[in-house]
């Protein structure tokens, strides 16, 4: 094998084997593949795509790139994964509270990709916490809390960290094979015994129609099931943010409302729905409704911030995180309102659009090298449907510097369309797959 004839297959569309394919995730894992090369073939693979073989080769040659963990723990072990959008934070509320109904989570996660944020973003917004931790360390924090939520180390799927970096800074993040291999790659890495998956489809989302959300959904559960992991999907709406801040240390907030009871909402029914079915199918409840029950009800009595707390704390954060987390969250130097120049109802949010705001300001990363401001983002973004008045606030923008927030203003103004139309509402769960 040699990376200019593969590269060749794949500018002219030609079909990998399943020998070729191993071989490019083991030269991105050992640096066989320059940095050109491996953007070339991010996006060959975006333009041209891999077969059904192409693509479950991919993900195991990514997975095999680097160490599979095994796990001796008194319980199922249990993960999710989201496909990416805008105010998602859900891995925060659920990871906890999975351990809290006797499972055992050992979530492998990632940064912000394009104009979505990242959980190890939003949990380094965090004073002292540290999300690469060594595997005696991981192992450490799963005993003691339940769950924790790590990136992937040097020796955990390392050709898929290489090619995530590029695909970030290339343009190539919304290809069906390559977000596949990517989650799937480090979700089966981590040795688990059932995993769900929340694929997003809508204007916050990568994937904008349900078609191109099936498609990808049913391609993650079958790659995961061909290689032995009990997976299944939920396809979740993304037509609007899904807690109303975007923004790292501006999503822990939220999070922190809700295990702390001090709000709920959509984010919560929408934990209920994936963890349910996983605790169903780990046998830790009779079906997935009553898995759904144990969830929220984990979250409610306060048992899914208790281990929260205890992870926070392993993981090198404030020890009463929970109890005192207003203090420890950074705060933006500038803070705006954005407010409506018309009055009407919310007809539409463009997701991606508040994503990329965030990103202007700081939140996010235009090139792998960036660094983050934890404190800037959006905080108070109307809903869909709600009925505003001429210079009511459409949503609070977060920046470092003033001209950042004016841009952002515009930015966001631009983003929310408003008209004279009732907005029929789309149901939260769009569908289930597997």
């Not at 001796?72 to 994964?81: A, F, I, S, T, Y």
């Not at 050709?159 to 190539?172: E, G, M, N, Q, W």
């Not at 459409?394 to 920046?399: K, N, R």
Request: hydrophobic residues 50%; negative net charge.
């Amino acid at each position: 094998m040699d990376a200019a004839g593969l590269l060749a297959d794949l500018r002219h569309g030609r079909a990998l084997s399943v020998e070729a394919v191993q071989w490019a995730a083991q030269a991105l894992a050992t640096g066989g593949l320059s940095d050109a090369q491996a953007g070339a073939f991010a996006m060959g693979v975006c333009r041209n795509g891999l077969d059904e073989a192409g693509r479950v080769a991919l993900t195991l040659a990514m997975r095999d790139s680097g160490r599979v963990l095994a796990w001796d723990v008194d319980g199922p072990v249990l993960d999710k994964h989201s496909t990416g959008g805008v105010g998602d934070c859900v891995s925060l509320i659920l990871a906890p509270a999975l351990a809290a109904c006797g499972a055992f989570v050992p979530m492998i996660s990632g940064r912000g990709l394009g104009h979505t944020g990242g959980t190890l973003d939003k949990l380094e917004a965090i004073p002292g916490v540290a999300t690469q931790l060594e595997e005696a360390q991981f192992r450490e924090v799963v005993a003691q809390a339940g769950c924790a939520i790590v990136g992937a180390t040097a020796d955990i799927a390392p050709a898929d960290k290489r090619l995530y970096a590029v695909r970030d800074v290339t343009s190539t993040v919304d290809s069906l094979d390559l977000i596949t291999a990517s989650i799937l790659s480090k979700k089966l890495a981590g040795g688990l015994e059932g995993l769900v998956l929340d694929v997003k489809v809508g204007s916050g989302a990568f994937m904008k129609d349900m078609e191109q959300a099936r498609a990808l959904a049913q391609a993650l559960v079958g790659t995961a099931n061909a290689a032995g992991c009990p997976t299944s999907a939920v396809i979740s709406d993304m037509s609007q943010p899904l807690v109303p801040s975007l923004g790292n240390a501006l999503e822990v907030a939220e999070v922190m409302l809700v295990l702390t009871g001090a709000q709920t909402g959509a984010i919560v029914d929408l934990c209920g729905a994936l963890g349910g079915d996983l605790l169903a199918r780990a046998g830790l409840a009779g079906d997935a409704g009553a898995g759904a029950e144990m969830v929220v009800g984990a979250v409610h009595s306060g048992a899914a911030a208790e281990r929260f707390g205890k992870m926070i704390a392993a993981m090198g954060g404030p020890v009463r995180f929970v109890e005192t987390w207003q203090r420890f969250l950074p705060e933006a130097n500038v803070i705006r309102a954005v407010t409506a120049q018309e009055a009407g109802v919310v007809q539409a949010i463009a997701g991606e659009a508040l994503g990329h705001a965030v990103v202007g300001l700081g939140g996010g990363r235009v090139v792998e090298s960036d660094q983050i401001d934890p404190s800037v983002g959006l905080s108070e973004v109307v809903p869909l449907g709600a009925k505003v008045a001429k210079g009511q606030t459409l949503a609070m923008v977060h920046a470092a510097r003033p001209d950042q927030a004016e841009k952002a203003v515009r930015a966001v103004r631009d983003a929310i369309e408003i008209g004279s139309e009732a907005v029929e509402l789309t149901a939260l769960v769009r569908e289930r797959i597997g």
